[in-house]
Nanobody
């Protein structure tokens, strides 16, 4: 059974930094995409960043130049380094792993709250 556990959220002042981590356990040998999404109150969940198995990355325009996604395949862990945080970055952040086995495997963490406020 696959389980994703996020950590690293919290309260930070505008301009500050946080590093999120998402550790996966279970049958994740066929993971080909790891990603971070976020959902603010009253809004839909949106993509923040993706990292593909080959190492290429994709970022939402609103985080380009501020956030960096990385991964440690040996640990089944994906990270999100968030710098220059803004109040509008306040949201619950979720990690997501997509696998080929089983076909269409799509797993989510429980979410971690990030609050940017002075």
């Amino acid at each position: 059974q696959v389980q994703l556990v996020e950590s690293g959220g919290g309260l930070v002042q505008p301009g500050g930094s946080l590093r999120l981590a998402c550790a996966g356990s279970g049958s994740l040998f066929s993971t080909y995409v790891m990603g971070w999404y976020r959902q603010a109150p009253g809004k839909q969940r949106e993509l923040v960043a993706l990292i593909i198995i080959g190492g290429s990355t994709n970022y939402a325009d609103f985080v380009k130049g501020r956030f960096t996604i990385s991964r440690d395949n040996a640990k089944n862990t994906v990270y999100l380094q968030m710098n220059s945080l803004k109040p509008e970055d306040t949201a619950v952040y979720y990690c997501n792993f997509k696998t080929r086995v089983p076909p269409g495997g799509d797993y989510w963490g429980q979410g971690t709250q990030v609050t940017v406020s002075s």
